[in-house]
């Protein structure tokens, strides 16, 4: 639904981003942008690459068989640059070529040439749509300096001409973006970019430190002191450290300092990282996380120098870790990040995710890889997160929900910096007795339904098992009588059938142990059910899962208690 505040909200985000856009553009047209690409003469160091590779893609691609983004295309014997892409996160990828690394882990001569052909492919029919998109030609300009040797060594002079072309072209794209682009993650990766080359090429020694200075303000600004970054994405995090770690080694290759805010990050995101990993190797779903890739992860913590334990609290990103035994909680307790980051954010205040071991039990849905498809606005409902729901609505309001003339804003808001969040909670109340206990209350549905939702988790010692409750608190006068749910999420590897007529919810998991969920509230009309649910955020695209739902009456029933214990393994 859209309220009267939340038109007020739209039209003044709107107003606010046409504000900053219209000083960008200025200060580009008048030469101010700070940043000035140039054609780099030649290519004096090589920066290393942290992600890891598969020497057998090789072949794929060889084959004209191009599998980017859980979609794939056959191009038959034709280039892949003039084929309708299947997806637009493929066309992202394929035009991001951080693909070369397989080829060059292959480490052959044909891979060598199939490597070359295709980039000078790319350079002749560089001009499609995705290619000018800032965050791709951004992640090209990185792939085509970590990649170089793959493509230029042995190349004549005609191509490695149009390759230094081809680089100056994307360097000028990122060169505008870091000004003028809406998204702050995208100047980000562009400044990111930017410093690459100007540390890698000959002759961008100046545009490296106009790119420095760009890199530590935009750092400063979107890394957060607990290491999370301000989108509160756990995959932003994950991506730019595999690209800030390189670049730090690079600054100390040139005999360059690297600024304070590059070092600050590399040594804060590792720790959030590990708060956020589950017993499986993979990050917890919150704020647009889909699938890990789990191998860079691997790879980021093993070259973490402080080898730190897991952080438990990660209070500015609001989000808190329990462990006990073999049992791991991780929980949002944070509000909604703020508008022009939250493009991928959900309305997950006070889910949770729960891992026994390496096996998954209670998961959020995630994000889906491609961020077109139908699912992804669906997946950041409250009803796709482990948490309770009042009245099918969510905590809080997207701009894509408007509607009448607050639809008018948002359809500008939605094509500048994608469908953000409006409004919602405030930052929650959290506390933590103990490290094994926390408690925190959301007041998201406050305004349009006035009650404040608190969530109370309690692990076992000895990690047998997890007591929560969930309570509905009036936010000023008596709590209204509104229809809510309880939902929790289980991972398709859980297999889950009922017993005592709805009161227990016997759970089976792929490591061979054996749970249970008890609802112990015991009141007339109340049980748990077992219904269909999806998981998005699996290596293979989305599968079929289930959900344990307890529907209740806020009125009738404003405290519901519930547990979850291992019972063999």
């Not at 430190?209 to 999370?228: C, H, S, V």
């Not at 227990?504 to 998991?509: D, E, K, N, S």
């Amino acid at each position: 639904m859209t309220t009267t505040p939340d038109r007020w909200r739209l039209t003044g985000l709107a107003l606010r981003e046409a504000g900053r856009a219209l000083r960008a553009e200025t200060a580009s047209l008048l030469g101010l942008a700070g940043v000035r690409a140039r054609t780099p003469e030649r290519l004096v160091i090589v920066p290393p690459d942290m992600r890891t590779a598969d020497a057998t893609i090789a072949d794929d691609i060889y084959a004209g068989y191009f599998v980017f983004g859980g979609r794939a295309l056959a191009t038959g014997g034709r280039s892949p640059f003039e084929l309708e892409p299947p997806s637009p996160a493929w066309s992202d990828i394929l035009h991001g070529f951080a693909w070369l690394r397989h080829l060059r882990a292959a480490d052959t001569a044909l891979a060598r040439a199939n490597a070359r052909a295709l980039v000078d492919e790319f350079l002749r029919e560089a001009h499609m749509p995705a290619v000018r998109k800032p965050e791709v030609a951004a992640r090209r300009v990185v792939s085509f300096l970590t990649q170089s040797p793959l493509i230029v060594e042995g190349a004549d002079h005609v191509f490695y001409q149009r390759f230094m072309r081809g680089l100056a072209r994307d360097l000028r794209i990122c060169a505008r973006a870091v000004r003028v682009a809406p998204r702050p993650l995208t100047r980000l990766h562009c400044a990111i970019a930017l410093a690459y080359a100007g540390l890698c090429c000959e002759g961008c020694a100046q545009m490296g430190r106009a790119a420095t200075k760009i890199l530590r303000r935009e750092l400063d600004a979107q890394i957060l002191a607990d290491g999370g970054h301000l989108g509160r994405n756990p995959r932003a995090v994950l991506d730019l450290l595999l690209d800030l770690l390189p670049l730090r080694q690079v600054y100390l290759a040139r005999g360059v300092d690297p600024p304070e805010a590059l070092l600050r990050a590399v040594d804060r995101m590792p720790p959030m990282l590990r708060l956020l990993r589950q017993g499986d190797g993979t990050l917890s779903h919150f704020n647009g996380m889909g699938s890990t890739p789990v191998d860079h992860l691997t790879t980021l913590l093993f070259y973490d120098e402080s080898r730190a334990s897991p952080l438990q609290r990660g209070l500015l990103s609001g989000y808190e870790r329990l462990e006990a035994g073999r049992l791991v909680l991780v929980a949002d307790v944070g509000a909604p990040p703020p508008p022009f980051v939250s493009a991928d954010a959900g309305a997950g205040c006070l889910s949770f995710e729960l891992t026994s071991g390496e096996a998954r039990i209670v998961v959020n849905l995630g994000a889906p890889r491609d961020r077109s498809d139908p699912l992804a606005d669906a997946a950041r409902a409250t009803a796709a997160h482990s948490t309770i729901a009042l009245d099918r609505a969510s905590s809080a309001r997207f701009a894509g929900d408007a509607k009448g003339l607050a639809r008018l804003p948002a359809a500008w808001l939605a094509r500048r910096v994608g469908d953000v969040i409006v409004d919602g909670p405030r930052p929650p109340d959290v506390e933590r007795p103990d490290p094994l206990r926390l408690k925190a209350r959301h007041d998201g549905y406050a305004r349009v339904f006035g009650a404040v939702h608190e969530r109370l988790f309690a692990l076992d010692p000895d990690g047998g098992g997890l007591s929560g409750e969930d309570r509905l608190i009036a936010a000023a006068e008596g709590l209204r009588a509104l229809p809510a749910a309880a939902r929790f999420h289980l991972h398709p590897g859980v297999k889950a059938s009922r017993a005592q007529n709805g009161r227990v919810v016997l759970l089976g998991l792929p490591n061979g142990e054996s749970w249970q969920f008890v609802l112990q509230t015991r009141a007339e009309g109340i049980e748990a059910r077992l219904e269909e649910s999806l998981y998005l955020s699996a290596t293979d695209g989305a599968r079929k899962a289930r959900q344990i739902v307890v529907a209740f009456d806020t009125g009738a029933t404003p405290v519901l208690s519930w547990r979850f214990e291992r019972l063999t393994g």
